[in-house]
């Protein structure tokens, strides 16, 4: 996963994406995109399984109560 790369390979992903950028920036543009998307698809991901946490803490409650 990204949010566990150390800097060094950061750096040299950077690197490398960089000059794909020159070499391939469609490619580039292509990766941004399909990003986007995923991010996006997560977010409703993230608020579908909030909505059903919410549900569940409720129904919890009304049985405990």
Not at 22 to 32: A, I, M, Y
Not at 39 to 47: D, G, H, S, Y
């Amino acid at each position: 996963m990204l949010l566990e790369v150390n800097s060094i390979e950061r750096q040299r992903l950077r690197e490398a994406l960089l000059e794909r950028c020159r070499t391939d920036p469609e490619s580039v543009v292509d990766l941004v995109l399909d990003l986007m998307e995923k991010v996006e698809q997560l977010t409703v991901q993230n608020e579908q399984l909030s909505a059903r946490v919410e549900q569940l803490e409720d129904q919890i409650k009304k049985n405990s109560g």
